[in-house]
């Protein structure tokens, strides 16, 4: 699979986003797609997944604010993001595998497919 995220930007507090994850190569509906995101000096860190079951999992801090999604015929997923922060500020990554949500915050050595990132800064 081959991902590749879209969406990232400037934004002000408060404001909302939606980030967008264009995925190539096998069809996807097997997958869950999950996004992480990172600051530089920090670990990567798990928000929120989706399986193909269309369970679904948020991380507590974006809870109540951001949305994940899936079109399976389009192959995308998609972070609604609203009520942005400062400290959501990030490069946000989408990845895939063949595994399931389990309830709980999506683990980097789960995904093998992962995009390059885009951009989210948070700012006034």
């Known amino acids: 699979l081959h991902l590749v995220e879209s969406g990232g930007g400037l934004v002000q507090p408060g404001g909302s986003l939606n980030l967008s994850c264009a995925i190539s190569?096998?069809?996807?509906?097997?997958?869950?797609l999950a996004w992480f995101r990172q600051v530089p000096g920090k670990e990567r860190e798990g928000l929120s997944c989706?399986?193909?079951?269309?369970?679904?999992y948020y991380e507590n801090s974006v809870k109540g604010r951001f949305t994940i999604s899936r079109h399976n015929a389009e192959k995308m997923a998609y972070l609604q993001m609203n009520s942005l922060k400062p400290e959501d500020t990030a490069v946000y990554y989408c990845?895939?595998?063949?595994?399931?949500?389990?309830?709980?915050?999506?683990?980097?050595?789960?995904?093998?497919?992962w995009g390059q990132g885009t951009q989210v800064t948070v700012s006034s």
């Open positions: 990845a895939a595998d063949l595994a399931a949500c389990y309830g709980r915050t999506p683990q980097i050595f789960e995904y093998d497919f």
């Open positions: 190569g096998l069809p996807i509906d097997d997958y869950a």
């Open positions: 989706i399986d193909s079951d269309g369970d679904l």
